[in-house]
C-alpha cells in the first residue's frame, strides 16, 4: 500500500553507537513504540503508522579524534500520525528525541499533503516588492531602534528622519511592547503620518513593520488593531510565540499586510554543533512554510556572527522554487554599514534586504543621511562602480565610508 509520509534528517554524534540500529530506534520509539515483539495480525495493522528508516551515512574518519564520529540519519514519520500543523510535526519527530544525547535536526522535507496546509507568505518576495513599486534593486531596512522610553512627538521625529533617508522598509525594534507612553493605536497613526509626510519629499512608498506583541490568544485582535489604525507591515517575534501562531496569523484573510519574521530566541536553537535546530531550517524553511514574507538572520558580517555557508543555505530555504509556499525576502542582519554592502550584494544576489540599525543611525549626518548613504551604495554596485567612486559626487556615502570603510572579503 502506498502510504505519505513527511522525511526528518538528523546529524547524531556517538563514539561508539551502532548507527544503524539507532536508527531504526528512533523511527519505531517515535511511531509505534515496539515492534518486534508485535503479533503479526498486530503487525499488520500497525504498519501504516510505522516510521521507516530512509538513509543512514556515517562519517567515520581514519584517525578520528572522540567526538568526531557523526552520522546523518532519516527517517520517514507515517503523515497519518500527526494532524497538520507544524507543533505536531516538530515535537513527533524531534520533541523526545531531542533530549536524548548529541543529535541535532538539520533538515524536514514535509511531504506534498503536509505542505498543502499551509498557504505561506501572502506576499512574499514578488508581493512586497509590488507594495513598494521597487522591483529592480534590493530592498533597505532600517531598525527603528531607540523606542523604548520615549513620546509620541518624539518618535514620530526619529521615524521621519528614517523615512526622509530614502528606506523602503522600517521596523521595530522587538523589544518595543504595549506601553503607556505609545500605545499601538497611537504609534501607528503617529508613524504612519511620518511615512507619508515622508512620501511628499522622496516620492517613494515605505512599509512600517510595527512589533506585533501581547498574549498568544490577543495576536490576531492586536494585528487587527494595529492594520485598522494604518499598520501595512507586522513584525513578529516567532519562536517566542511558535510557527503555529506565525501560521495563523499568516493564515487570516483579514491580516492583509506581509509580517517579517525577527529571530529573537534563535540563539537557543541553532549555534550548537550538537543540539538544537539548523538555522536553514529555523529561520529558512519553516519560517517560511509557516508564512513570513520576510525572514530576519544574523548575518555572517557583523556583531552576531553566523558562518557564511549557513547563511547562504538560510537564504536558499527561502527562495528555493522547491517548496509550493512563495519566496520570502532573506533579511541578513547585525553589524551592517553601508561599506558592506557590495558584499552582500555578492553573496545574496538581487533578492535581499540591506538591513541596519546602528549603520542608518550611527551616521554622522543623521539618520536621513544613513539612509541616504545605504541607498547610494545600493546605485554604486547597481551601476559598476566601487563605493569609493561613487562616493565622490556622493557626500553621504563618502561621510559613511570615512566611518566605517569598505569591506571586500
Same mark, same amino acid.
Given at each position: 500500500?502506498?502510504? +505519505?509520509?513527511?522525511?526528518?534528517?538528523?546529524?547524531?554524534?556517538?563514539?561508539?553507537?551502532? /548507527?544503524?540500529?539507532?536508527?531504526?530506534?528512533?523511527?519505531?520509539?517515535?511511531?509505534?513504540?515496539?515492534?518486534?515483539?508485535?503479533?503479526?495480525?498486530?503487525?499488520?495493522?500497525?504498519?501504516?503508522?510505522?516510521?521507516? %528508516?530512509?538513509? %543512514?551515512?556515517?562519517?567515520?574518519?581514519?584517525?578520528?579524534? #572522540?567526538?568526531?564520529?557523526?552520522?546523518?540519519?532519516?527517517?520517514?514519520?507515517?503523515?497519518?500520525?500527526f494532524s497538520r500543523d507544524i507543533p505536531a510535526?516538530?515535537?513527533?519527530?524531534? $520533541?523526545?528525541?531531542?533530549?536524548?544525547?548529541?543529535? &541535532?535536526?538539520?533538515?524536514?522535507?514535509?511531504?506534498?499533503?503536509?505542505?498543502?496546509?499551509?498557504? @505561506?507568505?501572502?506576499?512574499?518576495?514578488?508581493?512586497?516588492?509590488?507594495?513598494?513599486?521597487?522591483?529592480?534593486?534590493?530592498?533597505?531596512? +532600517?531598525?527603528?531602534?531607540?523606542?523604548?522610553?520615549?513620546?509620541?512627538?518624539?518618535?514620530?521625529?526619529? /521615524?521621519?528622519?528614517?523615512?526622509?533617508?530614502?528606506?523602503?522598509?522600517?521596523?521595530?525594534?522587538?523589544?518595543?511592547?504595549?506601553?503607556?507612553?505609545?500605545?499601538?493605536?497611537?504609534?501607528?497613526?503617529?508613524?504612519?503620518?511620518?511615512?507619508?509626510?515622508?512620501?511628499?519629499?522622496?516620492?517613494?512608498?515605505?512599509?512600517?513593520?510595527?512589533?506585533?506583541?501581547?498574549?498568544? =490568544?490577543?495576536?490576531?485582535?492586536?494585528?487587527?488593531?494595529?492594520?485598522?489604525? $494604518?499598520?501595512? @507591515?507586522?513584525?513578529?517575534?516567532?519562536?517566542?510565540? $511558535?510557527?503555529?501562531?506565525?501560521?495563523?496569523?499568516?493564515?487570516?484573510?483579514?491580516?492583509? %499586510?506581509?509580517?517579517?519574521?525577527? #529571530?529573537?530566541?534563535?540563539?537557543?536553537?541553532?549555534?550548537?554543533?550538537?543540539?538544537?535546530?539548523?538555522?536553514?531550517?529555523?529561520?529558512?524553511?519553516? *519560517?517560511?512554510?509557516?508564512?513570513?514574507?520576510?525572514?530576519?538572520?544574523?548575518? #555572517?558580517?557583523?556583531?552576531?556572527? *553566523?558562518? &557564511?555557508?549557513?547563511?547562504?543555505?538560510?537564504?536558499?530555504?527561502?527562495?528555493?522554487? +522547491?517548496?509550493?509556499? &512563495?519566496?520570502? =525576502?532573506?533579511?541578513?542582519?547585525?553589524?551592517?554599514? #553601508?561599506?558592506?554592502?557590495?558584499?552582500?550584494?555578492?553573496? =545574496?544576489?538581487?533578492?535581499?534586504?540591506?538591513?541596519?540599525?546602528? $549603520?542608518?543611525? @550611527?551616521?554622522?549626518? @543623521?539618520?536621513?543621511?544613513?539612509?541616504?548613504?545605504?541607498?547610494?551604495? %545600493?546605485?554604486?554596485?547597481?551601476?559598476? +562602480?566601487?563605493?569609493?567612486? =561613487?562616493?565622490?559626487?556622493?557626500e553621504q556615502l563618502r561621510i559613511a565610508i570615512?566611518?566605517?570603510?569598505?569591506r571586500t572579503s
Open positions: 500500500m502506498n502510504y +505519505s509520509y513527511s522525511n526528518a534528517t538528523y546529524r547524531l554524534y556517538d563514539d561508539k553507537a551502532d /548507527f544503524h540500529k539507532k536508527a531504526q530506534g528512533i523511527a519505531v520509539g517515535l511511531t509505534v513504540g515496539s515492534w518486534t515483539e508485535l503479533p503479526e495480525a498486530a503487525k499488520e495493522q500497525m504498519q501504516k503508522h510505522l516510521g521507516q %528508516v530512509v538513509s %543512514v551515512q556515517a562519517h567515520e574518519p581514519e584517525g578520528a579524534q #572522540p567526538g568526531d564520529r557523526y552520522a546523518d540519519i532519516t527517517i520517514a514519520y507515517p503523515d497519518v500520525n510535526f516538530l515535537v513527533t519527530a524531534f $520533541g523526545k528525541l531531542s533530549m536524548d544525547g548529541k543529535i &541535532k535536526l538539520i533538515d524536514i522535507e514535509p511531504s506534498a499533503d503536509f505542505l498543502s496546509a499551509f498557504p @505561506g507568505p501572502k506576499f512574499g518576495v514578488q508581493g512586497v516588492r509590488d507594495l513598494l513599486g521597487v522591483h529592480d534593486r534590493p530592498l533597505v531596512m +532600517s531598525i527603528f531602534k531607540s523606542v523604548i522610553g520615549h513620546e509620541l512627538a518624539n518618535l514620530r521625529e526619529q /521615524f521621519l528622519q528614517q523615512a526622509l533617508g530614502g528606506v523602503d522598509l522600517i521596523k521595530d525594534d522587538e523589544i518595543l511592547f504595549e506601553n503607556p507612553l505609545t500605545p499601538l493605536e497611537q504609534r501607528v497613526e503617529a508613524c504612519m503620518s511620518a511615512a507619508r509626510e515622508a512620501e511628499q519629499i522622496t516620492g517613494q512608498k515605505l512599509l512600517y513593520f510595527t512589533n506585533l506583541t501581547g498574549s498568544t =490568544f490577543q495576536l490576531k485582535a492586536n494585528a487587527k488593531r494595529a492594520i485598522a489604525a $494604518g499598520a501595512n @507591515g507586522l513584525l513578529f517575534n516567532v519562536l517566542a510565540y $511558535g510557527f503555529d501562531a506565525l501560521a495563523e496569523l499568516a493564515a487570516d484573510p483579514e491580516i492583509n %499586510v506581509p509580517i517579517a519574521a525577527h #529571530p529573537a530566541m534563535a540563539g537557543a536553537f541553532y549555534p550548537s554543533q550538537h543540539h538544537g535546530i539548523s538555522a536553514p531550517l529555523l529561520l529558512g524553511k519553516l *519560517m517560511r512554510i509557516a508564512g513570513a514574507d520576510l525572514s530576519l538572520f544574523p548575518s #555572517p558580517y557583523g556583531s552576531v556572527v *553566523m558562518p &557564511k555557508a549557513e547563511n547562504l543555505a538560510v537564504m536558499e530555504a527561502l527562495l528555493t522554487p +522547491s517548496l509550493p509556499q &512563495k519566496a520570502a =525576502f532573506p533579511v541578513p542582519s547585525a553589524g551592517i554599514h #553601508p561599506g558592506l554592502v557590495p558584499l552582500i550584494m555578492g553573496d =545574496f544576489g538581487p533578492e535581499v534586504v540591506v538591513n541596519a540599525g546602528g $549603520g542608518v543611525h @550611527g551616521h554622522p549626518g @543623521g539618520s536621513a543621511a544613513g539612509g541616504q548613504a545605504f541607498r547610494q551604495a %545600493v546605485d554604486a554596485v547597481l551601476s559598476g +562602480s566601487t563605493l569609493e567612486q =561613487f562616493a565622490v559626487n556622493h570615512e566611518r566605517w570603510g569598505v
